[in-house]
């Protein structure tokens, strides 16, 4: 696999110009370096990068970008990538509305966005979460408050040229009820999903990851379904 | 029948009637061609509207889960004309800042903000800030309406894309109310929605299919029962259905009887095409009314 040049089926697929791009994962194969690969390419692209971090600290993804070939501290210094420490969301005043604090959240983000977008040479601006599951305990369950907030960081994809990747992990959630999960399938316009390979486990291949591109607007519809050998 | 659907809404009500009512449902295997077909139907009817031929002046679109953009785009590649669709077409942007955070930024700056949506430029599209608030949404529904400028009685068609997202911020009871109220409004000509099926109990899908007189169906062209994990690589199905679905529709006519109508449903480039199979349309009838058995006996 090209490990650090994201795979083949990966740059095929966020080639098509996909605004909000789900991430599927689950315990017995986690997604997170597909964030990783993806946070490397925009970056690499000339892009910036606003980074909602519920999962893990600076440090983290300090440390495993570099192995990449990436700095983040380095960007992070110039500009290119806005970190928000999320890992105490909501935080606030006690007895805070969790609307309140994602609507301060969301205030935060546009205004990067918006100060990325008048900059000189501004290139693509890419809106990371990692995780929404984890955004979704931050709001203790209310999924109402969370899609209110990934909805308008939808319409930032519309307006400012910006896209939305989002990681979240499918295998918390019932297949019975309906939740943030099937919600966040039809609003992407491009699904990554990783799994476990069918025949169990292999010495130098880890699992599998699929992509499902979905109706992107108007386009053409393009469906190409590969694997991606770790 | 697509085209049986838009000239069912095209003709519109009948004095003394409530105005026909079309409910689009699809699921997430096939939940593009769902919306497709929705953007299909918005699209003729504007153009009907615009040519004189139907009932209503003019289309309000009830926009939740798109930029106006998107219908711009759509209806300019359909071949209307900006300055037709800005006299036929007005659309209530609930997708832009639905529960007005844009706003309050913006308040707060205390500046002209950079950040505004597209739509706040154009003539035609009314941003919409309030969605919790179903009775403020149906006033700016029938404001919009009564918009349309011509001579004598003036009616408009209303086009909800989609139900599913406005039952993230308000009841079901309330939504069934604004349906009701928008179908006995003695102005709307016809009305049409969207709701995405798997989002919902079923009952609740099923609330919303009662309130309509025609129910729209587009469900997948291949049904495979086999979770495409256990067979990777062969995604075919899920090919299939991205670009073919099934539309099926029931449309239940004056005189009580229920008449089904099935077509194929595909993507040809930026468009969806219908095609009819008249092998496998049925019509059901189905005599709603009770049937009364006379018995005479004689004890002579």
Redesign the interface.
């Known amino acids: 696999m090209e490990e650090y040049g994201g795979g083949n089926l990966l740059s095929e697929a966020m080639g098509s110009g996909p605004r909000v791009v789900v991430v599927e994962d689950c315990v017995e194969a986690p997604a997170a370096f597909v964030l990783h690969l993806l946070l490397k390419r925009a970056l690499a692209g000339g892009g910036a990068v606003a980074l909602l971090a519920l999962a893990q600290p600076f440090s983290h993804y300090d440390r495993v970008l570099r192995k990449m070939g990436c700095n983040l501290s380095l960007h992070r210094k110039n500009g290119r990538l806005h970190f928000f420490d999320l890992q105490a969301f909501p935080g606030g005043p006690k007895g805070g509305a969790i609307s309140d604090a994602f609507?301060r959240l969301?205030?935060d983000i546009?205004r990067v966005?918006?100060a990325n977008?008048?900059a000189e040479h501004a290139g693509q601006f890419t809106v990371m979460i990692d995780d929404v599951s984890l955004l979704e305990v931050a709001a203790h369950g209310s999924v109402?408050d969370v899609?209110?907030f990934l909805?308008?960081c939808v319409?930032l994809t519309?307006?400012?040229n910006c896209s939305l990747v989002v990681l979240i992990h499918e295998d918390i959630y019932s297949s019975e009820g309906?939740g943030l999960l099937?919600?966040l399938?039809?609003i992407a316009d491009l699904v990554i999903r990783a799994?476990p390979?069918?025949t169990g486990l292999a010495i130098d291949v880890h699992g599998?990851v699929?992509s499902?591109p979905?109706?992107v607007?108007?386009?053409?519809?393009i469906?190409r379904?590969g694997?991606l050998h770790l | 029948m697509a085209e049986a659907a838009v000239r069912y809404l095209r003709d519109g009500r009948l004095e003394g009637e409530h105005a026909p009512a079309l409910s689009v449902s699809g699921s997430l295997q096939c939940c593009p061609l769902a919306a497709r077909a929705m953007l299909h139907v918005t699209a003729a009817l504007a153009s009907q509207a615009a040519s004189g031929k139907s009932q209503a002046r003019g289309l309000v679109i009830v926009a939740f889960d798109r930029s106006p953009e998107v219908y711009l785009d759509f209806m300019r590649r359909r071949g209307l004309d900006p300055n037709t669709f800005n006299r036929c077409v007005r659309i209530l942007d609930c997708y832009s800042d639905p529960i007005g955070w844009k706003q309050k930024i913006q308040s707060q700056q205390h500046q002209e903000s950079s950040v505004e949506p597209c739509s706040m430029d154009k003539e035609n599209v009314t941003i919409f800030r309030s969605v919790k608030d179903v009775d403020k949404l149906m006033c700016s529904i029938i404001d919009l309406g009564r918009g349309f400028e011509g001579e004598g009685k003036i009616y408009f068609t209303i086009a909800i894309e989609s139900i599913s997202s406005m039952l993230k911020h308000a009841s079901v009871s309330s939504i069934s109310g604004l349906l009701s109220n928008l179908r006995s409004h003695d102005q709307t000509s016809s009305i049409f929605w969207l709701i995405h099926s798997d989002l919902h109990e079923p009952k609740f899908s099923r609330a919303f299919e009662c309130l309509s007189t025609m129910v729209a169906s587009v469900e997948p062209a291949v049904v495979d029962s086999v979770y495409e994990e256990e067979i990777p690589g062969n995604m075919s199905f899920l090919e299939k259905n991205y670009s073919n679905a099934k539309f099926y529709v029931r449309l239940k006519r004056r005189n009580g009887r229920v008449k089904h109508l099935y077509e194929e449903l595909c993507v040809e480039g930026n468009d969806v095409k219908f095609i009819s199979s008249p092998s496998v349309s049925a019509e059901v009838n189905q005599n709603l009314l009770p049937k009364v058995g006379l018995y005479i006996s004689s004890s002579i």
């Open positions: 609507f969301y205030g546009q966005v918006d977008r008048i109402d899609l209110d909805h308008y319409t519309s307006e400012m309906v099937l919600h399938r039809y799994a390979l069918s599998q699929s499902f979905l109706l607007a108007l386009a053409n519809i469906t379904i694997v």
